[in-house]
């Protein structure tokens, strides 16, 4: 178990990391984007021993999704019609034991979603599967964005809970 806590951390250092973010030259809704993501992978890594290790963590995180996402742009640059190039250069056609399998984690994910508080379930499904910014979902459920991305931790706890469970079956 951590010796942290991800809301003392995200209150703590979300306005320093938006900070460092945007001295990366990147939007206020990019930079926002690349925060909450770092936070969601800090979640993903309970090993964490304490706090001074978390926040090292989360610089460094935050860090490499800015040198990802510049890299990503720079790539797309020299490709002339990305969407065009990447459909000729693989079939993408899953194999049925692909379809099997990926029809039954789908399922598994739907019921563990079902099994979510309402809240949880509205806010990871607008992030998730529309897309949504916690901008976005703050304004369209009518919450303020850092509640969304609580929620959202909360539900990706619980969904990473029950999955890891269900793996172990």
Excluded: C
């Excluded at 942290?4 to 990391?17: E, G, I």
């Excluded at 935050?62 to 020299?78: G, S, T, Y």
């Excluded at 993408?92 to 809240?119: A, C, G, N, Y």
């Amino acid at each position: 178990m951590p010796h942290w806590d991800v809301n003392t951390l995200f209150r703590t250092y979300r306005t320093r990391l938006l900070q460092f973010v945007r001295g990366r030259k990147l939007s206020w809704h990019m930079a926002d984007d690349i925060v909450q993501d770092t936070f969601l992978r800090i979640i993903a890594t309970p090993s964490l021993p304490d706090q001074e290790v978390a926040k090292s963590y989360l610089y460094r995180t935050a860090n490499n999704l800015v040198i990802d996402h510049f890299r990503r742009e720079r790539i797309l640059r020299f490709v002339p019609d990305p969407e065009h190039e990447l459909e000729t250069l693989a079939d993408d056609t899953p194999s049925p034991e692909q379809i099997v399998w990926s029809r039954q984690e789908l399922k598994r994910l739907q019921d563990i979603l079902r099994k979510l508080p309402k809240q949880q379930r509205e806010v990871f499904i607008l992030a998730r599967i529309e897309g949504l910014t916690y901008v976005q979902i703050g304004k369209k459920l009518g919450i303020p964005s850092q509640t969304a991305f609580s929620r959202m931790v909360r539900a990706l706890s619980q969904v990473k809970e029950a999955m890891d469970r269900a793996e172990k079956k």
